[in-house]
């Protein structure tokens, strides 16, 4: 960083930590509704399992770790909690307190690097700050934010959760600035450090990886016509490296698990492929016709690209219906990058404006606005204070149920919604039959499961609850009532399982019933024509859930006893014949090994998702089950590694 622009750089970072300040002090908020919990509870389990996290057993009936999210804010959280003695919620808070504060600062270098002035890269930076142009082309997003003075970035990331995301928005103009130096320099250097800062955008979010691949797209239609093909290059170069570098991270098995599931989470999406990719190409293209026009223009490069990114996104996030049609998935949440695109083009107009008046009339113009400067800094000040406020965790329902559940369910599974299964595991490794991000779900049961337990179809779909939560391995059922603190009570009429399952606890609302007093372990003895062999059918519905429920409790087979002994390690004992299988209520993710007396065995998937194993034992047999990884697993740490080589002699060379 140049010396001249320290001091911009340490002002804007000043300014917006005097907003988010709050955030540095917080262990809880009182944004229960928030999503954050479980991003809290990925840094809370990370912080207190280093070096054994490799299997993830607390959501969806276990996964890959690479599986629950981009893992770079939770492991930053995790290291910040396990380095400076803090709880996760602190560290958490501190972590998305600094990257929030860094976003304006990383964007004035950006604008000095793609060649503005820095007066209006900062006034673009103090924009950013300061308005969130969004509310000006969304009214959905104005009264949200109660008004047009508020502040937008800061509302989403703390009110709904986004941290992940908004720190992707934060390292987003660090990766244009990079590749702007990498098609000036044309040094390894300068391409190995680009590529290294978009690997970090890749491990930290998805909607932020998408709202890059936008922005690197505006950056390469910016560019002057002579020097496109060399920004292509040195774009796609860094890509390549960049996924190298973040492949361990987020190896193939992970990214074909993510996009297998997108169509069933987004909707819009699903909904807009089916005319093909027309529309998105259309917009593509109108974008690349729009950059070619504007190099005709005296616009400077800060500006084509500021108008770039603000005309595509802006489309985008504007005609985005989650239910009905969508460019990209979940594409509405990108309302907040094109307010980069926005504020660039702010700070230049203002700008020049202020160049173009008098100089005698400079004073003038800068006391008019002192005072809607201050207003705004309180009005920022305003909205950091209505949503970063401490709570009194005891007087939470999803504090106290998830203690209680903690201290009597012994590790057992519990099936628990709305805000109460987002903050669960923020507080203990209590495991959940659903949890947080279904992108990562491999067990196709799970997709129908919670609309079958939650809706209230008459007594016979409350019955049915028994059968799906048992074939399920769920011991306990969480029902938020009418009382409870619970920001979302999805599940109907609570009071109808009065009855259907004894009560085990009642507080703040919530009533814990028990599911499966009989039923203790994850493991079942079953008959080879008792397993669900796999089918073709879309979805998994009650029939072939009450065939597994009737092998589970079937008097002719022999008890299992599960028992883990650490993460991705289990041993199973029961008395077998030679041709017993074992179903395993446990995500049946390729990579399992089953070993009997240390010979593999087979393990094998069924139609419910889970593992089914072939013991061929007979008498008293013990299974070890271990999960070393996704077969693919050891290639994604080859590339990474290799990868991490590559850049390090491309830093260290100084060859063109």
Same mark, same amino acid.
């Given at each position: 960083?140049?010396?001249?622009?320290?001091?911009?750089?340490?002002?804007?970072?000043?300014?917006?930590?005097?907003?988010?300040?709050?955030?540095?002090k917080v262990?809880?908020?009182?944004?229960?509704?928030?999503?954050?919990?479980?991003?809290?509870?990925?840094?809370?389990?990370?912080?207190?399992?280093?070096?054994?996290? @490799?299997?993830?057993?607390?959501?969806?009936? @276990?996964?890959?770790?690479?599986? #629950?999210?981009v893992?770079?804010?939770?492991?930053?959280?995790?290291?910040?909690?396990?380095?400076?003695?803090?709880?996760?919620?602190r560290a958490?808070?501190?972590?998305?307190?600094?990257?929030?504060?860094?976003?304006?600062?990383?964007?004035?270098?950006?604008?000095?690097?793609?060649?503005?002035?820095?007066?209006a890269?900062?006034?673009?930076?103090?924009?950013?700050?300061?308005?969130?142009?969004?509310?000006?082309?969304?009214?959905?997003?104005?009264?949200?934010?109660?008004?047009?003075?508020?502040?937008?970035?800061?509302?989403?990331?703390?009110v709904?959760g986004?941290?992940?995301?908004?720190?992707?928005?934060?390292?987003?103009?660090?990766?244009?600035?990079?590749?702007?130096?990498?098609?000036?320099?044309?040094?390894?250097?300068?391409?190995?450090l680009?590529?290294?800062?978009?690997?970090?955008?890749?491990?930290? !979010?998805?909607?932020?990886?998408?709202?890059?691949?936008?922005?690197?797209?505006?950056?390469?239609?910016?560019?002057?016509?002579?020097?496109?093909?060399?920004?292509?290059?040195?774009?796609?170069?860094?890509?390549?490296?960049?996924?190298?570098?973040?492949?361990?991270?987020?190896?193939?098995?992970?990214?074909?698990?993510?996009?297998? !599931?997108?169509?069933?989470?987004?909707?819009g999406?699903?909904?807009?492929?089916?005319?093909?990719?027309?529309w998105?190409?259309?917009?593509?293209?109108?974008?690349?016709?729009?950059?070619?026009?504007?190099?005709?223009?005296?616009?400077?490069?800060?500006?084509?690209?500021?108008?770039?990114?603000?005309?595509?996104?802006?489309?985008?996030?504007?005609?985005?219906?989650?239910?009905?049609?969508?460019?990209?998935?979940?594409?509405?949440?990108?309302?907040?990058?094109?307010?980069m @695109?926005?504020?660039?083009?702010?700070?230049?107009?203002?700008?020049?404006?202020y160049?173009?008046?008098?100089?005698w009339?400079?004073?003038l113009?800068?006391a008019?606005?002192?005072?809607?400067?201050?207003?705004?800094?309180?009005?920022?000040?305003?909205?950091?204070?209505?949503?970063?406020?401490?709570?009194?965790?005891?007087?939470?329902?999803?504090?106290?149920?998830?203690?209680?559940?903690?201290?009597?369910?012994?590790?057992?599974?519990?099936y628990?919604?709305?805000? #109460?299964?987002?903050w669960?595991?923020?507080?203990t490794?209590?495991?959940?039959?659903?949890?947080?991000?279904?992108?990562?779900?491999?067990?196709?049961?799970?997709?129908?499961?919670?609309?079958?337990?939650? #809706?209230?179809?008459?007594?016979?779909?409350?019955?049915?609850?028994?059968?799906?939560?048992?074939?399920?391995?769920?011991?306990?059922?969480?029902?938020?009532g009418?009382?409870?603190?619970?920001?979302?009570k999805?599940?109907?009429?609570?009071?109808?399982?009065? @009855?259907?399952?004894?009560?085990?606890?009642?507080?703040?609302?919530?009533?814990?019933?028990?599911?499966?007093?009989?039923?203790?372990?994850?493991?079942?003895?079953?008959?080879?024509?008792?397993?669900?062999?796999p089918?073709?059918?879309v979805?998994?519905?009650?029939?072939?859930?009450?065939?597994?429920?009737?092998?589970?409790?079937n008097?002719?087979?022999?008890?299992?006893?599960?028992?883990?002994?650490?993460?991705g390690?289990?041993?199973?004992?029961?008395?077998?014949?030679?041709?017993?299988?074992?179903?395993?209520?446990?995500?049946?993710?390729p990579?399992?090994?089953?070993?009997?007396?240390?010979?593999?065995?087979?393990?094998?998937?069924?139609?419910?998702?889970?593992?089914?194993?072939?013991? *061929?034992? *007979?008498g008293?047999?013990?299974?070890?089950?271990?999960?070393?990884?996704?077969?693919?697993l050891?290639?994604?740490?080859?590339?990474?590694?290799?990868?991490?080589?590559?850049?390090?002699?491309?830093?260290?060379?100084?060859?063109?």
């Open positions: 960083m140049a010396r001249s622009n320290v001091p911009p750089f340490l002002l804007l970072l000043a300014l917006n930590l005097s907003v988010c300040w709050r955030l540095f262990e809880f908020t009182d944004q229960f509704g928030s999503i954050e919990g479980s991003w809290i509870g990925l840094a809370r389990y990370l912080s207190r399992h280093w070096g054994d996290a @490799g299997w993830w057993p607390i959501w969806h009936c @276990g996964m890959p770790f690479q599986d #629950t999210y893992p770079l804010l939770h492991v930053a959280a995790a290291a910040t909690a396990t380095l400076g003695h803090l709880s996760a919620g958490y808070h501190g972590v998305i307190g600094m990257t929030y504060a860094l976003g304006a600062p990383t964007l004035y270098l950006m604008a000095v690097r793609l060649g503005a002035n820095r007066g890269a900062f006034l673009s930076a103090l924009c950013y700050s300061l308005f969130s142009p969004s509310v000006l082309f969304m009214p959905d997003v104005a009264r949200d934010v109660g008004g047009y003075w508020f502040a937008r970035r800061l509302q989403v990331m703390t709904y986004e941290g992940p995301h908004v720190s992707a928005m934060t390292l987003l103009p660090v990766v244009i600035l990079a590749l702007q130096n990498a098609l000036d320099r044309r040094t390894r250097r300068a391409l190995a680009a590529a290294i800062w978009m690997g970090l955008v890749f491990l930290t !979010n998805i909607p932020g990886t998408m709202a890059l691949s936008l922005a690197v797209f505006c950056w390469i239609c910016a560019q002057p016509w002579k020097r496109q093909f060399a920004a292509w290059r040195i774009a796609a170069t860094a890509a390549v490296l960049a996924y190298g570098l973040a492949c361990y991270g987020v190896p193939p098995s992970s990214a074909f698990t993510v996009g297998g !599931n997108v169509g069933a989470m987004h909707r999406f699903s909904n807009s492929l089916k005319h093909g990719p027309v998105l190409v259309l917009v593509l293209g109108c974008t690349l016709l729009v950059g070619y026009l504007l190099q005709r223009t005296r616009l400077p490069l800060v500006a084509r690209f500021g108008f770039l990114y603000l005309g595509l996104v802006a489309p985008m996030a504007v005609t985005a219906r989650v239910e009905s049609f969508e460019l990209l998935p979940q594409v509405g949440r990108l309302h907040l990058e094109l307010e @695109g926005a504020c660039l083009l702010l700070g230049c107009a203002a700008w020049a404006v160049t173009r008046i008098p100089q009339a400079h004073p113009v800068l008019l606005c002192f005072a809607p400067l201050i207003f705004q800094v309180t009005n920022y000040r305003t909205s950091a204070r209505t949503s970063i406020r401490p709570v009194d965790l005891k007087t939470r329902s999803e504090y106290t149920t998830a203690i209680w559940l903690d201290q009597n369910l012994h590790g057992g599974r519990v628990a919604t709305g805000s #109460t299964a987002f669960l595991n923020a507080f490794d209590t495991p959940q039959l659903i949890g947080c991000c279904d992108q990562g779900m491999a067990v196709p049961a799970l997709e129908n499961a919670p609309f079958k337990i939650n #809706t209230d179809a008459g007594p016979m779909y409350t019955e049915a609850t028994r059968g799906w939560l048992i074939a399920l391995g769920v011991q306990a059922l969480v029902v938020n009418p009382d409870s603190t619970d920001e979302y999805d599940i109907q009429h609570p009071q109808r399982f009065d @009855g259907v399952f004894p009560v085990l606890h009642r507080e703040h609302g919530d009533t814990i019933y028990q599911v499966t007093p009989q039923v203790t372990t994850l493991a079942h003895v079953i008959r080879p024509e008792e397993r669900l062999a089918h073709p059918k979805s998994v519905d009650y029939p072939d859930v009450l065939k597994y429920w009737q092998a589970m409790v008097p002719v087979n022999p008890p299992a006893e599960f028992t883990w002994l650490r993460n390690s289990a041993r199973i004992r029961a008395k077998l014949r030679k041709d017993d299988l074992v179903a395993v209520q446990v995500a049946g993710v990579g399992w090994k089953a070993l009997v007396g240390g010979a593999r065995k087979p393990v094998m998937k069924d139609a419910l998702g889970f593992l089914v194993i072939q013991p *061929e034992c *007979e008293d047999c013990t299974v070890d089950l271990t999960w070393p990884g996704r077969p693919d050891p290639f994604a740490a080859g590339i990474s590694l290799l990868s991490l080589l590559v850049a390090a002699v491309m830093i260290r060379t100084t060859v063109p």
